[in-house]
């Protein structure tokens, strides 16, 4: 199988710019390194200066490269890998790496980079900003644009008995701000929370920050609860909060009986617990009719939250949350905040879902993430040696796999690091240190790289790390 297949066409700057980023992470990080002008680089690539220069300044605005006056273009140092070293915190550990330059990150969950509308996005935003001109004091709206809260209100409407209203979606810079008001708007901060584990890390860290107590219950291989335990831990624990995965659950993948989750919704509302449902990964469950916690939620106690930049691409990264409850707190709260969001940037995403684009677009990406999905799996199959048990994911971009014999992963995470490989060690899916011999792989990679050999590094570092917790073990 050819791992450097790529659907997307290739344009010459693309192959001048690969050309230069791969001549840069060979070179040595911390020398700097003199590249060739734009004329050299030109005739001997067979490709126009145009072209060099715009590879050249795609390089210069990531801060791999600075120009100087009369002499050209140079490589900037950059931190060499850390080795076997790692802070306290894993999680930011794994993040500043994957940011590393030259460092190939197999475990960053961004759909869009398969498939993204940013391109649509930006020339729509083109177009109204033609038919609105700017004015000299914009009028942003503390809550989001209407036009936006209206599209989101009638996206989530089902029916009569369930439907939304335009007044109660909110619309914030990202998702750990609306997800920050939410808490503080529900007077939740410090209380009792219940979380699905492996847990999205954004939603431990915000839980984290606002100062709440947080008690994981494990979904099986299945993706189920062990409802007996659920159902006892409801009785025994103040839970104020539960957070769920809407559809499929992220990152392990799996998606729950709609018979399970109709039970989970009735006990939470039995006891009053507030019931926050992720749907950051809903629209891209392989299952177009998998049952969505909402469907059986009691509608006072449910509050929906999500972001655009999954399904979009960066370019749309606000946050949202429908909520029908506390409207009055809510309002108040955003407008403290004060969000500058931008007006045409959002009308423009209204139009990409009033337009059907976005329908069209969850139509073709969710195919390309499941063939990457299964080229994946077919890698670890051919390369795997049977160190990793892997189990199909019903949505989302990324593989939940479990070591077959007991291994740190952060270890083996620090041994990666050395071979400029960065991986998602399950453990950052935890707040009390589960999923140790687990790491989330996403199909979401650069895939001009060699993954097979990056797999092999994986299953070797795997091994190694096994035979020296053998040899240290009496």
Known sequence: ??????????????????????????????VEQRLPSLRDLASRLGVSVSSTKYAYALLEDEGRVHARPKLGYFTRTRVAPVGTQYPANLLDSVFANARQPGMLALGSDAPAML????????????????QYPRVQAPLYQPFGEPELRSVLADRYTRS????????????????????ELALRALDLEGQLA?????????????LQAAGMSIVEVPLGDDGCFDLQHLH??????????????????????????????QQVCRWLAERKVWLFENDGYGELCFHPAAPRYRDFAD????????????????????????????????????LERAFRLSPIRQRAIAKLFTSHRVDK???????MLRERLQQMTALLAAHGQGCLQVVAPQGGASLWLQATRPVDMRRVFARLLAQRIVIAPGEIFSQCGLWRSHLRLCCTVDW???????????????????????????
């Open 299 to 334: 509608p006072e106690w449910l509050l929906v939250f999500s972001t655009f930049d999954k399904l979009l691409g960066a370019e749309a990264p606000f946050g949202y949350l429908l909520c029908r409850q506390h409207a009055e707190r809510l309002q108040q709260l955003f």
């Open 232 to 261: 006892q831990l409801l009785r025994e624990q103040p839970v104020r909060l539960a957070v769920l995965s809407s559809a499929a659950n992220v990152p392990q993948g799996g998606l729950m009986p709609a018979a399970d989750k």
């Open 448 to 474: 001009s790289k060699d993954i097979a050999q990056a797999l092999q590094c994986l299953v070797k570092a795997i091994q190694d790390e096994f035979h020296s917790f053998e040899a240290h073990t009496p």
């Open 1 to 30: 199988m050819d791992t450097r297949s790529n659907n997307k066409p290739q344009y010459t700057y693309q192959a001048v710019y690969r050309y230069l980023l791969d001549r840069i992470e060979a070179a040595p990080c911390d």
């Open 194 to 206: 219940l979380v699905e584990s492996p847990c999205n890390w954004a939603v431990l860290r915000q």
């Open 115 to 130: 498939l993204s509308l940013e391109q649509p996005l930006l020339m729509i935003e083109r177009e109204l900003a033609r």
């Open 361 to 367: 677009h969850v139509q073709r990406l969710q195919p």
């Open 160 to 179: 009569a008995q369930h439907y939304w209203q335009a007044d109660q979606v909110f619309i914030g810079a990202d998702l750990r701000s609306v997800f």
